[in-house]
């Protein structure tokens, strides 16, 4: 292989239901099926969390929403730890119950917070108190960060927030969400941007991001299986505009930097 691949943003699962691919009837869902497309697409590791598209039950509250996912999460690390490096969801309703859940990833060997998905886990900012509070928490603890952006200002101030922290934005998407995740990678040092989601299938935007904020602080990720993972791994790797040794830093350095691995 001519480079190791390291996709920071995936959403592994172990149960089927877990699968957030938006044509199941299309795929084989099994966790070995997402191995497999991991081999066939050359990729070594995938890091994320476990996600639920499914609406949260009235009788549960939030905590016992996610709990089973992180749950399944270090059970996939059990599983398949040399592939698969999961993230802990945290919530901001469970102060308490978050910032143990961080030492109990912690004690496993992982240091990845998300993605968190604000848009299916019932709130919409990074910066109420709670969350500071835990972000503090995991600031201390050598964490990083992976978010699903929240509105432009609330990014801005969660970068801000936590200066030490290293926050992770997903989706670089095009017009004024681009220049915006621009603009903050420029004025953060804390803040970097991975390539899942909307923006790659524009010719230029990730030569475009290494000119303007420099291949070290973008991450290739793939939101596989929500995405198709072949695509977004030829869209990098076969990226004529970027040179070899910017197609290392995004492919694989820059993660094994971020999470020490
Ligand atoms: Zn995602």
New binding site residues.
């Given amino acids: 292989m001519e480079f190791e691949i390291i996709d920071f ?1 995936a ?1 592994p699962y172990e149960s089927e239901k877990n699968c957030i691919c938006i044509h199941p009837t299309a795929i084989k869902r099994s966790a070995n099926e997402f191995i497999k497309d991991m081999d066939r697409c050359g990729v070594n590791l995938c890091c ?1 969390s476990v ?1 639920s598209l499914d609406k949260k039950p009235e009788n549960l509250s939030w905590w016992e929403h996610i709990k089973p996912l992180n749950d399944e999460a270090l059970e996939i690390k059990k599983l398949y730890g040399d592939r698969i490096f999961p993230g802990v969801t945290i919530h901001p309703e469970s102060v308490e119950t978050s910032i143990e859940e961080i030492d109990r990833f912690l004690a496993n060997g992982i240091n990845l917070i998300g ?1 968190l ?1 604000w848009y299916v886990q019932g709130y919409n900012t990074y910066c109420s108190k709670n969350m500071q509070t835990i972000l503090d928490y995991a600031s201390e603890k050598g964490m990083v960060l992976s978010v ?1 952006p929240t509105d432009y200002d609330d990014m801005d101030k969660l970068c801000e927030n936590h200066p030490n922290l290293i926050i992770v934005g ?1 989706h670089p998407s095009e017009n004024e969400a681009f220049i915006r995740h621009v603009e903050r990678a420029k004025k953060y040092k804390n803040y970097y941007i991975d390539l ?2 909307g923006g790659i299938y524009r010719y230029g935007m990730t030569r475009r991001l290494v000119n303007e904020i420099g291949a070290e602080k973008i991450l290739f990720g793939s ?1 596989y299986p ?1 995405c198709n993972l072949q695509m977004y791994v030829d869209g990098v790797r076969n990226d004529n505009l970027l040179t070899k040794e910017e197609k290392r830093l995004i492919l694989s350095d820059n993660a094994k930097r971020i999470l020490k691995i």
Wanted: charge should be negative.
């Fill in positions: 943003h959403h994320g996600v993605e998905v699903h997903a899942s989601g939101d929500i």
